[in-house]
Structure formats: structure tokens, C-alpha cells
């Protein structure tokens, strides 16, 4: 089996999808030319290394890059809350107190005056990554409060609990 085979299903023997397993075979296969080694005939722990290090980097920037941002359209599974869960002065009212001042900033610019991270980064003076953890933080918080489940099918928090 050729050496490039290998490294094909290291990645795919590692939970990369074809395509993904293809482009990180390709990086490896580059990295060994450029410390100028044949890639057909380099050592196998100079490979193996390289394949660990580009999948320890593959899984890092996916991590990085997931979507923070859950559209609309993919919360319609979810119930409509009860107004009378949060009193009698405002359903959406009652919720933000639950939240910080940025928090509560970053939601209000995102669905009410339906601005992109970037524009609220900008208005509020900071990162478009700060951004996106403080609206992530949000929606973990009220997710929490309300005991709903999370993106993984579990739930958040118990209702009374210590974490809610």
C-alpha cells in the first residue's frame, strides 16, 4: 500500500469525512516535501508525527469555527416559553435581567436591531470574538434558566438547581 494511502485512512480512521481526509493527506505530503523529505519514502514516525500534529490542528480550527450564531429557523423545535414564567412586566423584559449589561447589549443589537457581530463589535468597542462568547455565554444562560435542551440533545441545567 502506498504511503499516501496510509495517511488517507489515519485521518479517516480519526473521524475526518473523505473530503476533509484528502485535504489533511495533501498537508501532510506538503509539510514532508518542505523539510525535504520524499513522502513515499519518508520514515513512518516522521508521517505518523505529522499526521498527529495536522490533526490535532484540524480539530482545533473546527472547534474555532463552528457556528456560534443558531439561526432562527433552526429553533422552531423548541416551545414557545409561557408568559407567565417570567411575571407580569414583559416576558423579553424579565429575561434580559437574567443576563449582563454586555449580554443583554449584545442580544438586544442582534435581534432587535439585527446587527452582524461585526457592526456590534464595532459599536460596543471591542472584538467580533468577544462578541460572539458573550452572545454564546447569553444563550447558554437563558438556556439554563429555562432548562432547555442544549445543541448536543442534553439539557443545560436542572430547574432549581445550584447552576441555573
Not at 457556528?67 to 414557545?80: G, K, M, N, T
Not at 423579553?92 to 457592526?119: A, N, T, W
Not at 454564546?136 to 441545567?157: S, W
Request: some cysteine.
Amino acid at each position: 500500500m502506498l504511503q499516501r494511502e496510509r495517511i488517507r485512512y489515519f485521518f479517516l480512521n480519526h473521524g475526518c469525512t473523505h473530503d476533509d481526509a484528502e485535504d489533511l493527506t495533501q498537508e501532510v505530503c506538503l509539510r514532508l516535501c518542505r523539510s525535504g523529505l520524499d513522502p513515499e519514502t519518508a520514515p513512518r514516525s516522521h508521517w505518523m508525527r505529522l499526521c498527529r500534529l495536522v490533526i490535532r490542528d484540524h480539530w482545533r480550527r473546527r472547534y474555532r469555527e463552528r457556528e456560534l450564531f443558531v439561526p432562527l429557523e433552526a429553533l422552531s423545535d423548541y416551545p414557545a416559553p409561557v408568559q407567565e414564567m417570567c411575571g407580569d412586566s414583559g416576558f423579553m423584559e424579565d429575561c434580559l435581567e437574567l443576563l449582563s449589561g454586555k449580554q443583554r447589549r449584545v442580544l438586544q443589537m442582534y435581534f432587535e436591531q439585527q446587527m452582524s457581530p461585526d457592526e456590534i463589535a464595532e459599536a460596543m468597542g471591542c472584538t467580533a470574538s468577544a462578541v460572539r462568547k458573550l452572545y454564546e455565554r447569553a444563550i447558554v444562560k437563558l438556556r439554563k434558566h429555562f432548562n432547555l435542551p442544549d445543541k448536543r440533545g442534553g439539557y443545560c441545567g436542572l430547574i432549581g438547581s445550584q447552576f441555573s
